[in-house]
């Protein structure tokens, strides 16, 4: 268990997570793109061409079943499954594509709104707000400076990618892992309590981070801080279309006759058309006609939802990925000072003499 584990093994390993997720390996798209032949074409192209080769194979060597095969030409019946299926390919893979353009696109809001967050908390603390900076280690032997709610802003990012690839979301591996009290607030919230089951991964960061607003604002009027909340409600805003998106499964039925129709397709337009006027040259030819028709559907299958595929072999630019890894660095980077370094008095004497800007003052 990990609670068995000492602190400092648990602050080694929370580092060492940082490090990884801020330094991934550079995206091979050869690879991806050679995945996406090999799982999203390759079933359909290899699987025609062994049915070309086996009917070939009937149709040459068995007596009468030329015959038979001319039992299946109906032209006008074949014509109508073939328009048919071919218009719900096209419209399958154009909402595939559709689904993936959005979700990249809330994952830039919701960067976005966390983001603003930051930048509004820092600004009001460059007015004179106090909270509590911490520093921690960066992982490579270094060390940088952050706030808590810096901590659990970055952690949503992999929060809503993990939880949209469908896997285990590990709290010690995210940037809130860092911190004890955080991680220790988010494990409380996930367990079951009261009889009530534990809250979502991204529920839970959303509490924290609208507790720590609310620590952060106390004594000031909340009206100053109207505009937190409202980009609270944008974060959850972005979450829910992102999930909504991804989680969203037609009818199983609706999957599983378009697999059909498509086969159908296929077998008939085999049978009556290529094995008997190609014979063996068919197999290559139904090979070429299941690679540009349907495995351009299967393939865009494969990236309906952006957040399953591993950024180092993909063939599509890491977006998510990226944008998670973009908004950790840009939240670091906006508490990596506790003041101001234009309002602070950052700048030195030589610096301000170059100004050329006038000043003037109205005498009562």
Do not use: H
Request: hydrophobic residues 45%; aromatic residues 10%.
């Amino acid at each position: 268990m990990y609670s068995a584990v000492s602190s400092a093994d648990a602050a080694a390993y929370a580092a060492s997570a940082r490090m990884k997720r801020l330094n991934k390996p550079n995206n091979m798209w050869i690879v991806g793109i050679a995945f996406d032949l090999l799982f999203g074409a390759g079933p359909w192209v290899f699987g025609v061409a062994i049915a070309a080769a086996g009917l070939t194979a009937i149709y040459t060597e068995v007596s009468g079943a030329a015959d038979t095969f001319a039992l299946f030409n109906a032209p006008v019946a074949i014509t109508a499954i073939s328009t048919f299926a071919s218009f719900l390919l096209v419209g399958k893979q154009a909402t595939n594509l559709s689904n993936n353009a959005k979700i990249v696109g809330e994952f830039g809001n919701l960067s976005g709104s966390l983001v603003n967050i930051c930048l509004f908390l820092k600004s009001q603390i460059s007015s004179g707000k106090t909270i509590e900076f911490i520093t921690l280690s960066d992982g490579n032997g270094g060390f940088f400076q952050t706030t808590r709610i810096g901590l659990a802003c970055a952690s949503v990012m992999y929060i809503v990618k993990y939880t949209g690839r469908g896997v285990k979301i590990v709290p010690e591996g995210l940037p809130l892992g860092q911190d004890k009290r955080l991680l220790a607030s988010y494990n409380k919230y996930i367990l079951p309590s009261n009889g009530s089951p534990g809250m979502s991964p991204f529920l839970s960061c959303i509490l924290l981070i609208g507790e720590l607003i609310d620590e952060f604002q106390i004594g000031e009027k909340a009206s100053e801080y109207a505009v937190l909340f409202g980009q609270v409600n944008a974060v959850t805003s972005a979450e829910g279309a992102i999930g909504g998106t991804a989680g969203y499964s037609q009818p199983y039925l609706m999957r599983y006759l378009l697999y059909m129709l498509y086969s159908l397709y296929l077998l008939l337009l085999l049978m009556t058309d290529l094995v008997p006027a190609n014979q063996w040259n068919s197999v290559w030819i139904s090979a070429i006609l299941a690679f540009c028709t349907v495995a351009f559907f299967q393939v865009s299958e494969r990236y309906g939802n952006p957040m399953k595929l591993r950024s180092r072999a993909m063939g599509q630019k890491p977006m998510v990925s990226g944008a998670c890894v973009d908004t950790e660095i840009a939240i670091t980077s906006i508490f990596s000072r506790s003041k101001s370094v234009l309002l602070g008095g950052g700048a030195d004497a030589s610096t301000s003499a170059l100004s050329t800007g006038m000043r003037f003052s109205i005498n009562a």
